[in-house]
Protein backbone atom coordinates (compact mmCIF):
# COMPACT_ATOMS: atom_id res chain seq x y z
CA UNK A 1 0.00 0.00 0.00
CA UNK A 2 2.85 2.45 1.06
CA UNK A 3 4.54 1.47 -2.71
CA UNK A 4 1.34 2.83 -4.66
CA UNK A 5 1.04 6.30 -2.59
CA UNK A 6 4.95 6.15 -3.17
CA UNK A 7 4.45 6.17 -6.45
CA UNK A 8 1.57 8.27 -6.75
CA UNK A 9 3.97 10.72 -4.88
CA UNK A 10 6.14 10.53 -7.33
CA UNK A 11 4.31 10.86 -10.23
CA UNK A 12 2.53 13.98 -8.81
CA UNK A 13 6.07 15.66 -7.72
CA UNK A 14 6.91 15.13 -11.18
CA UNK A 15 4.19 16.37 -12.83
CA UNK A 16 4.32 19.48 -10.28
CA UNK A 17 7.59 20.00 -10.72
CA UNK A 18 7.60 19.87 -14.41
CA UNK A 19 4.73 22.74 -14.77
CA UNK A 20 7.38 24.21 -12.85
CA UNK A 21 10.29 24.19 -14.91
CA UNK A 22 8.20 25.18 -17.61
CA UNK A 23 6.21 28.21 -15.76
CA UNK A 24 10.32 29.26 -15.67
CA UNK A 25 10.97 28.95 -19.37
CA UNK A 26 7.54 30.11 -20.67
CA UNK A 27 6.33 33.19 -18.67
CA UNK A 28 7.55 36.63 -19.90
CA UNK A 29 9.71 38.33 -16.90
CA UNK A 30 10.94 37.38 -13.60
CA UNK A 31 7.87 38.39 -11.46
CA UNK A 32 5.73 36.17 -12.89
CA UNK A 33 8.70 33.20 -12.90
CA UNK A 34 9.15 33.46 -9.17
CA UNK A 35 5.40 32.14 -9.21
CA UNK A 36 6.20 28.47 -10.85
CA UNK A 37 10.04 29.04 -9.43
CA UNK A 38 8.98 29.05 -5.62
CA UNK A 39 5.48 27.47 -5.59
CA UNK A 40 5.57 24.69 -7.87
CA UNK A 41 9.02 24.06 -7.73
CA UNK A 42 9.29 23.66 -3.81
CA UNK A 43 5.83 21.80 -4.17
CA UNK A 44 6.87 18.74 -6.25
CA UNK A 45 10.25 18.80 -4.11
CA UNK A 46 8.10 18.40 -1.08
CA UNK A 47 5.95 15.56 -2.99
CA UNK A 48 9.28 13.84 -4.14
CA UNK A 49 11.00 13.78 -0.68
CA UNK A 50 7.81 12.45 1.23
CA UNK A 51 7.59 9.23 -1.42
CA UNK A 52 11.64 8.92 -0.75
CA UNK A 53 10.27 8.53 2.79
CA UNK A 54 7.61 6.04 2.82
CA UNK A 55 9.95 3.30 3.32
CA UNK A 56 9.96 3.99 6.73
CA UNK A 57 13.77 4.50 7.18
CA UNK A 58 14.00 6.29 10.00
CA UNK A 59 17.21 7.98 8.89
CA UNK A 60 15.58 9.11 5.67
CA UNK A 61 12.24 10.39 7.50
CA UNK A 62 14.07 12.13 9.94
CA UNK A 63 16.42 13.76 7.22
CA UNK A 64 13.19 14.53 4.81
CA UNK A 65 11.61 16.14 7.43
CA UNK A 66 14.25 18.52 7.94
CA UNK A 67 15.05 19.35 4.22
CA UNK A 68 11.51 20.12 3.70
CA UNK A 69 11.12 22.32 7.25
CA UNK A 70 14.17 24.36 5.70
CA UNK A 71 12.62 24.93 1.91
CA UNK A 72 9.69 25.79 3.55
CA UNK A 73 11.29 28.61 5.58
CA UNK A 74 13.77 29.32 3.13
CA UNK A 75 12.40 29.45 -0.20
CA UNK A 76 9.44 32.19 0.10
CA UNK A 77 12.68 34.22 1.60
CA UNK A 78 14.53 33.81 -1.74
CA UNK A 79 12.24 34.59 -3.73
CA UNK A 80 11.17 37.40 -2.28
CA UNK A 81 14.71 38.32 -2.56
CA UNK A 82 15.14 38.14 -6.08
CA UNK A 83 11.91 39.88 -6.69
CA UNK A 84 12.85 42.92 -4.52
CA UNK A 85 16.32 42.64 -6.69
CA UNK A 86 14.61 42.91 -9.84
CA UNK A 87 12.23 45.64 -8.53
CA UNK A 88 15.25 47.88 -7.54
CA UNK A 89 16.77 47.43 -10.78
CA UNK A 90 13.52 48.47 -12.36
CA UNK A 91 13.28 45.41 -14.62
CA UNK A 92 10.08 45.72 -16.39
CA UNK A 93 6.61 43.87 -16.04
CA UNK A 94 6.42 41.93 -19.57
CA UNK A 95 2.61 40.35 -18.89
CA UNK A 96 0.01 41.67 -20.81
CA UNK A 97 -1.72 42.42 -17.97
CA UNK A 98 0.50 43.45 -15.27
CA UNK A 99 -0.11 45.83 -12.44
CA UNK A 100 2.61 47.53 -10.55
CA UNK A 101 1.06 48.45 -6.97
CA UNK A 102 4.57 49.53 -5.61
CA UNK A 103 3.78 53.18 -7.12
CA UNK A 104 6.66 52.39 -10.02
CA UNK A 105 5.67 52.69 -13.54
CA UNK A 106 7.47 49.28 -14.36
CA UNK A 107 4.10 47.53 -15.74
CA UNK A 108 3.09 48.12 -19.25
CA UNK A 109 6.16 48.81 -21.07
CA UNK A 110 6.65 51.52 -19.35
CA UNK A 111 2.96 53.77 -18.91
CA UNK A 112 2.14 53.98 -15.40
CA UNK A 113 -0.51 51.67 -13.92
CA UNK A 114 -0.15 53.13 -10.49
CA UNK A 115 -3.31 51.37 -8.14
CA UNK A 116 -5.30 54.37 -7.08
CA UNK B 1 10.34 -4.39 -8.84
CA UNK B 2 7.24 -1.67 -10.09
CA UNK B 3 8.22 0.79 -7.88
CA UNK B 4 11.80 0.36 -8.19
CA UNK B 5 10.84 0.76 -11.82
CA UNK B 6 8.72 4.28 -11.09
CA UNK B 7 11.69 5.58 -9.14
CA UNK B 8 14.07 5.12 -11.84
CA UNK B 9 12.04 7.11 -14.19
CA UNK B 10 11.86 9.57 -12.17
CA UNK B 11 15.34 9.83 -11.44
CA UNK B 12 15.54 10.08 -15.62
CA UNK B 13 12.72 12.67 -15.94
CA UNK B 14 14.15 14.96 -13.14
CA UNK B 15 17.94 14.73 -14.75
CA UNK B 16 15.84 15.98 -18.20
CA UNK B 17 14.02 18.78 -16.16
CA UNK B 18 18.16 19.35 -14.94
CA UNK B 19 19.07 19.44 -18.13
CA UNK B 20 16.14 22.30 -19.41
CA UNK B 21 17.22 24.37 -15.96
CA UNK B 22 20.67 24.53 -16.86
CA UNK B 23 19.95 25.38 -20.57
CA UNK B 24 17.68 28.48 -19.17
CA UNK B 25 20.57 29.28 -16.86
CA UNK B 26 22.50 29.50 -20.17
CA UNK B 27 19.96 31.38 -21.96
CA UNK B 28 17.91 33.65 -19.48
CA UNK B 29 17.46 37.23 -20.85
CA UNK B 30 18.10 39.22 -17.47
CA UNK B 31 20.27 38.22 -14.62
CA UNK B 32 17.57 37.97 -12.37
CA UNK B 33 15.68 35.43 -14.78
CA UNK B 34 19.28 33.75 -14.80
CA UNK B 35 19.06 33.45 -10.68
CA UNK B 36 15.35 32.10 -10.41
CA UNK B 37 16.41 29.11 -12.82
CA UNK B 38 19.61 28.76 -10.77
CA UNK B 39 17.54 28.39 -7.69
CA UNK B 40 14.82 25.91 -9.63
CA UNK B 41 17.69 23.84 -10.66
CA UNK B 42 18.89 23.19 -7.13
CA UNK B 43 15.35 22.73 -6.44
CA UNK B 44 15.38 20.28 -8.77
CA UNK B 45 18.64 18.58 -8.16
CA UNK B 46 17.89 18.26 -4.30
CA UNK B 47 14.18 16.37 -5.51
CA UNK B 48 16.86 14.07 -7.56
CA UNK B 49 18.97 13.20 -4.44
CA UNK B 50 15.85 12.44 -2.72
CA UNK B 51 14.78 10.38 -5.24
CA UNK B 52 18.07 8.27 -5.24
CA UNK B 53 17.75 8.41 -1.00
CA UNK B 54 14.31 6.66 -1.87
CA UNK B 55 15.71 4.31 -4.62
CA UNK B 56 18.29 2.73 -2.86
CA UNK B 57 16.76 3.03 0.87
CA UNK B 58 19.94 5.02 2.20
CA UNK B 59 19.99 8.21 3.77
CA UNK B 60 23.56 9.73 2.62
CA UNK B 61 22.02 11.31 -0.70
CA UNK B 62 19.79 13.80 1.95
CA UNK B 63 22.55 14.90 4.07
CA UNK B 64 24.08 16.06 0.26
CA UNK B 65 20.72 17.82 -0.46
CA UNK B 66 20.23 19.49 2.73
CA UNK B 67 23.61 20.59 2.85
CA UNK B 68 22.90 22.00 -0.59
CA UNK B 69 19.70 23.31 0.13
CA UNK B 70 21.38 25.47 3.00
CA UNK B 71 24.03 26.55 0.17
CA UNK B 72 21.50 27.42 -2.33
CA UNK B 73 19.34 29.57 -0.11
CA UNK B 74 22.62 31.73 1.26
CA UNK B 75 23.97 32.06 -2.56
CA UNK B 76 20.74 32.87 -3.89
CA UNK B 77 19.97 35.73 -1.33
CA UNK B 78 23.49 37.15 -1.35
CA UNK B 79 23.53 36.80 -4.91
CA UNK B 80 20.25 38.77 -4.99
CA UNK B 81 21.18 41.63 -2.33
CA UNK B 82 24.17 42.19 -4.82
CA UNK B 83 22.83 42.22 -7.50
CA UNK B 84 19.29 45.00 -5.95
CA UNK B 85 21.88 47.03 -3.85
CA UNK B 86 24.74 46.08 -5.18
CA UNK B 87 26.46 45.07 -1.72
CA UNK B 88 25.52 41.71 -0.28
CA UNK B 89 24.90 43.40 3.39
CA UNK B 90 23.44 46.54 4.84
CA UNK B 91 26.05 48.97 5.74
CA UNK B 92 26.06 50.08 9.41
CA UNK B 93 25.87 53.78 9.39
CA UNK B 94 29.30 54.74 9.62
CA UNK B 95 29.62 58.33 12.28
CA UNK B 96 30.38 61.60 10.49
CA UNK B 97 33.75 61.93 9.84
CA UNK B 98 35.47 65.35 10.86
CA UNK B 99 34.42 67.65 14.11
CA UNK B 100 30.77 68.13 14.37
CA UNK B 101 29.66 71.17 13.35
Redesign the interface.
Known sequence: MTAWIADALIVLGLAVMTLGIYGIVRFPDVYTQLHASSKAAFLGVSALLVAAAMGGEPAIVARVVLIIALLALTTPVAAHAIGQAAHHRREPMRSPDAVDESGTTLAGGGTSSTVE | M??QA??LA?IT??AV?LG??VL?IWRAR?T??R???L??AV??L??LL??V???E???YP??A??AL??L??VS??AA??Y???RRPFEQPDRPAEGPPP
Open positions: RHVFGWLLVAWTAELVADALVVGGLAGEQRSLDAGALSFTLARLGD
